[in-house]
């Protein structure tokens, strides 16, 4: 446990694999979260080439979809990963290693998450507005999620690092 300027402690008083536990349960805690998410979008992303209108699409329109399937693929495989490990290497002595993989893979899923969002508001944005519109509908979002899932969280916590 760290000690604080004014003498007193902070932090947990935890052995190494009990903060592992915390911070894996907490780790998919957060999980639940985002792959509802994806395999809502996911879900709704397969029905869209048989939907009637589908044919009506450029090939330019079909192109971004094939991408945004891809990247809405690999985002619910990635955001999988986690439970595989865990899976996997239950029982092998393993799980501060487990929480370190399965973190990195969350913030992987994350970034292909924003990846997927980000094709699918263009694909959405280019039936219902013209197409330079939809582009700057999309960087403004993009700009959002940015701010919100990535910049806010390093901010604070560059903020809040506790000084000398």
Do not use: N
Request: glycine residues 8%; contains cysteine; proline residues 3%.
């Amino acid at each position: 446990m760290e000690e604080t300027s004014g003498g007193g402690r902070r932090g947990r008083d935890e052995t190494e694999e009990e903060r592992a536990d915390r911070r894996f349960g907490e780790l998919l805690q957060e999980l639940r979260v985002a792959q509802t998410g994806v395999q809502i979008l996911f879900g709704f992303l397969l029905t869209v080439a048989f939907q009637p209108r589908f044919t009506e699409l450029t090939s330019t329109d079909r192109i971004i979809y094939t991408v945004t399937v891809l990247l809405g693929a690999a985002t619910t495989g990635v955001l999988v990963g986690p439970v595989s490990f865990h899976r996997l290497l239950t029982g092998k002595r393993l799980k501060p290693q487990t929480v370190a993989w399965a973190s990195r893979l969350t913030m992987l899923g994350l970034v292909l998450l924003l990846c997927t969002m980000a094709s699918a508001l263009l694909l959405i944005l280019r039936v219902v507005v013209d197409d330079a519109h939809a582009a700057w509908l999309v960087v403004g979002m993009v700009v959002w999620f940015v701010v919100c899932w990535f910049v806010l969280p390093v901010w604070t916590r560059m903020k809040e690092r506790p000084k000398g």
